[in-house]
T-cell receptor, first 113, second 112 residues
Framework: DAGITQSPRYKITETGRQVTLMCHQTWSHSYMFWYRQDLGHGLRLIYYSAAADITDKGEVPDGYVVSRSKTENFPLTLESATRSQTSVYFC????????????FGPGTRLLVL | QKEVEQDPGPLSVPEGAIVSLNCTYSNSAFQYFMWYRQYSRKGPELLMYTYSSGNKEDGRFTAQVDKSSKYISLFIRDSQPSDSATYLCATAGGTSYGKLTFGQGTILTVHP
């Protein structure tokens, strides 16, 4: 089924471990985004990408790494997970530079113990 | 100060009520204004978007932007229990071109 998918949907990890969250879209959208959603903060942009091999920092990039070797994939890696990274992570994509219409994945709930 | 401020609520209304959701923003360069709806344990989905000032209507939903006061509103007429969700306002434009800035989201419950 076409769309944007994220995996895993739920993840429990321990402090200090490396975790990679996957995002895959089938629309060939140029733009992809990673957000985290926390109570009281809404959605905050972590990283975004305008095309394969082009990425840039968002509002809260510290502790995260992204890559985009293929248009359809945009993995997010937590290099050394911390409790403050416990959150719900959403991936999104857009075919417009204005990005007013972003299509979101179902989210990954991450718990760092 | 956040660039986009939104009252998180929660807001609880009876079925059939008119709902008013509001946001304020600080960056006068913002040109695009969006409302996203997010059901529990789902990703946000675009509900409406408006370019610059003015009103836009789509069925029971009306989006309103007043750039002079930096105020964004979403009105829901004849609210239904299926409208129960979190509503997020978002803006784009200026130096944030290509990126959205979201408000905190307002949790709305419409009870039968």
């Amino acid at each position: 089924d076409a769309g944007i998918t994220q995996s895993p949907r739920y993840k429990i990890t321990e402090t200090g471990r490396q975790v990679t969250l996957m995002c895959h879209q089938t629309w060939s959208h140029s733009y992809m985004f990673w957000y985290r959603q926390d109570l009281g903060h809404g959605l905050r942009l972590i990283y975004y990408s305008a095309a394969a091999d082009i990425t840039d920092k968002g509002e809260v990039p510290d502790g995260y790494v992204v890559s985009r070797s293929k248009t359809e994939n945009f993995p997010l890696t937590l290099e050394s997970a911390t409790r403050s990274q416990t959150s719900v992570y959403f991936c999104a994509s857009s075919d417009s530079r204005r990005s007013e219409t972003q299509y979101f994945g179902p989210g990954t709930r991450l718990l760092v113990l | 100060q956040k660039e986009v401020e939104q009252d998180p609520g929660p807001l609880s209304v009876p079925e059939g009520a008119i709902v008013s959701l509001n946001c304020t923003y600080s960056n006068s360069a913002f040109q695009y204004f969006m409302w996203y709806r997010q059901y529990s344990r789902k990703g946000p989905e675009l509900l409406m978007y408006t370019y610059s000032s003015g009103n836009k209507e789509d069925g029971r939903f009306t989006a309103q932007v007043d750039k002079s006061s930096k105020y964004i509103s979403l009105f829901i007429r004849d609210s239904q229990p299926s409208d129960s969700a979190t509503y997020l306002c978002a803006t784009a434009g200026g130096t944030s071109y290509g990126k959205l800035t979201f408000g905190q989201g307002t949790i709305l419950t419409v009870h039968p």
